[in-house]
Nanobody
Framework: QVQLVESGGGLVQAGGSLRLSCVAS????????MGWYRQAPGKQRELVAS???????NYAHSVKGRFTISRDNAKNSVYLQMNSLKPEDTGVYYC????????????WGQGTQVTVSS
């Protein structure tokens, strides 16, 4: 069982920055990918950024050039540096990890609120 603990959310003004952190605990020796999703009220959860073992990264078009995902394998952690935040970035951000095994397992964090005001 893997637990994901997130931190770093908060309230910022447009143009500001936040750094989200997520630490995976438990049996996480076979992490394939870690990433961040977000969900705004009334909308579906969407991928923000992901980092796959080996270094491949993916970003939503809306955050490309502003957000940077990074990973610390030794700490089983993933980070999301968010710069030049916009009000449309507001939402609940969820940490996600995919674990390889007999069956792939997906885990989600509890979510952290990011609110960007103008």
């Amino acid at each position: 069982q893997v637990q994901l603990v997130e931190s770093g959310g908060g309230l910022v003004q447009a143009g500001g920055s936040l750094r989200l952190s997520c630490v995976a605990s438990g049996s996480a020796s076979s992490i394939y990918s870690m990433g961040w999703y977000r969900q705004a009220p009334g909308k579906q959860r969407e991928l923000v950024a992901s980092h796959t073992r080996g270094g491949t990264t993916n970003y939503a078009h809306s955050v490309k050039g502003r957000f940077t995902i990074s990973r610390d394998n030794a700490k089983n952690s993933v980070y999301l540096q968010m710069n030049s935040l916009k009000p449309e970035d507001t939402g609940v951000y969820y940490c996600n990890t995919k674990i390889l095994g007999i069956l792939a397992q997906v885990y989600w964090g509890q979510g952290t609120q990011v609110t960007v005001s103008s």
